[in-house]
Structure formats: C-alpha cells, structure tokens
C-alpha cells in the first residue's frame, strides 16, 4: 500500500503561482509514476501532469509551459509548480501513484484562481 498526502492548495490571483507538493509512504518502491489531476466542478477528472521513474515527463497541452512536475526521491515527494495561472485553473487537484497493480489517490487539494 501507498499513502499520499498533498499540500500547497489555496486561493491565488490570476498570474500568481502556486506549488502543490504530495508526500508518499508505504510501499514506495512499487511505484512506477507519480502525476497530478485535478477535477473541477461538474467536470471529468484529468490528467495534468505524469513524471516516470526515468524522469520524463508529460503535460496536459493546456498547461505546458506554465506548470513544472518535480520530484526528490530523498523525500519521496512530488511537486508540481504551477505558474501563470488562470481562473480556469480552478479544481481540485489530487496526486496519484501507479505501481504495476495498483492505483493510489491523494485526499485531493483546492487550487482557487481569482480573476
């Protein structure tokens, strides 16, 4: 098992940055990926951001350029940088851990963007 907790959520201005990290334990060493989604009201959860054990990276088109995955294996920590952001940036987002076999979610954090 893998437990996730995330911080960093709050409530910005149109343009600020914001920067989301995600804590893991337990079984760490199953996990293959770590990424972001995040969900707003009465839409579908997506995918924002994936980093590999490789340390590649993939990014939803709408945020390239503006938001940074990171990770410290030291810490077991993800990050996930969020610059220029804008109101439609509003969701919560929710970290995620993929091992082979399973899939393990964060207790999700709110991002707000003010206009």
């Known amino acids: 098992q893998v437990q996730l907790v995330e911080s960093g959520g709050g409530l910005v201005q149109s343009g600020g940055s914001l920067r989301l990290s995600c804590v893991a334990s337990g079984s760490v060493s199953s996990i293959n990926n770590m990424g972001w989604y995040r969900q707003a009201p009465g839409k579908q959860r997506e995918l924002v951001a994936t980093?590999?054990?490789?340390?590649?990276?993939n990014y939803l088109d709408s945020v390239k350029g503006r938001f940074t995955i990171s990770r410290d294996n030291a810490k077991n920590t993800v990050f996930l940088r969020m610059n220029s952001l804008k109101p439609e940036d509003t969701a919560v987002y929710y970290c995620n851990a993929r091992s082979v076999l399973n899939s393990y979610w964060g207790q999700g954090t709110q991002v707000t963007v003010s206009s």
């Open positions: 980093i590999y054990n490789s340390g590649s990276t």
